[in-house]
T-cell receptor
Framework: NAGVTQTPKFQVLKTGQSMTLQCAQDMNHEYMSWYRQDPGMGLRLIHYSVGAGITDQGEVPNGYNVSRSTTEDFPLRLLSAAPSQTSVYFC?????????????FGPGTRLTVL | GQQVMQIPQYQHVQEGEDFTTYCNSSTTLSNIQWYKQRPGGHPVFLIQLVKSGEVKKQKRLTFQFGEAKKNSSLHITATQTTDVGTYFC?????????????FGQGTILTVHP
């Protein structure tokens, strides 16, 4: 199993550009989520999904869109990049939401917005 | 939303010293998880605590969940250079917050050989 994969690993954008961060998992996990990590602020939840076709907002959803058309994929779209979105983005998945909700993280995407 | 405070933010120790990080919540938690992130890496799951007063051990790591399920601690005995990294707690309050995992700010541990 590849686990959770993310592409790209690094990305530089100009202000106003749009892009999609890809996330895929091959563990048949129902729950997937996106976090951003900034120095001193831990991991903040952007959006999450409890299954195909179901998404919900996390703590910092503004400026980001998600969709979940399949169990395996959970892309994160930046609509119009801003310097404040410079961060490290992690995708995570888990089997369940309560008892078996160990989060498996991808390697991350390091995004710089100029 | 669910808030969790993690202290300290930084901890510098000499190799062989002990280390403890704490997570505190103002509300009762359904469970708490702990993760470790090595420098430049991604968070890796360490353990989940569910029961009031639960204590779990993993080699030199001891995890505790408070009796009131509002706080937790991670204690490392006799730190080694391989323990370097950031330790996070993560909580899911359950109920209407089902599915939302909130992470603490993390404790950055450095170990001097």
């Amino acid at each position: 199993n590849a686990g959770v994969t993310q592409t790209p690993k690094f990305q530089v954008l100009k202000t106003g550009q749009s892009m999609t961060l890809q996330c895929a998992q091959d563990m048949n996990h129902e729950y997937m989520s996106w976090y951003r990590q900034d120095p001193g602020m831990g991991l903040r939840l952007i959006h999450y999904s409890v299954g195909a076709g179901i998404t919900d907002q996390g703590e910092v959803p503004n400026g980001y869109n998600v969709s979940r058309s399949t169990t395996e994929d959970f892309p994160l779209r930046l609509l119009s990049a801003a310097p404040s979105q410079t961060s490290v983005y992690f995708c995570a998945s888990s089997y369940g939401l309560e008892v078996h909700n160990e989060q498996f993280f991808g390697p991350g995407t390091r995004l710089t917005v100029l | 939303g669910q808030q969790v405070m993690q202290i300290p933010q930084y901890q510098h120790v000499q190799e062989g010293e002990d280390f403890t990080t704490y997570c505190n919540s103002s509300t009762t938690l359904s469970n708490i998880q702990w993760y470790k992130q090595r420098p430049g890496g991604h968070p890796v799951f360490l353990i989940q605590l569910v029961k009031s007063g639960e204590v779990k051990k993993q080699k030199r790591l001891t995890f505790q969940f408070g009796e009131a399920k509002k706080n937790s601690s991670l204690h490392i005995t006799a730190t080694q250079t391989t323990d370097v990294g950031t330790y996070f707690c993560a909580v899911n309050a359950g109920g209407t917050s089902y599915g939302k995992l909130t992470f603490g700010q993390g404790t950055i541990l450095t170990v001097h050989p």
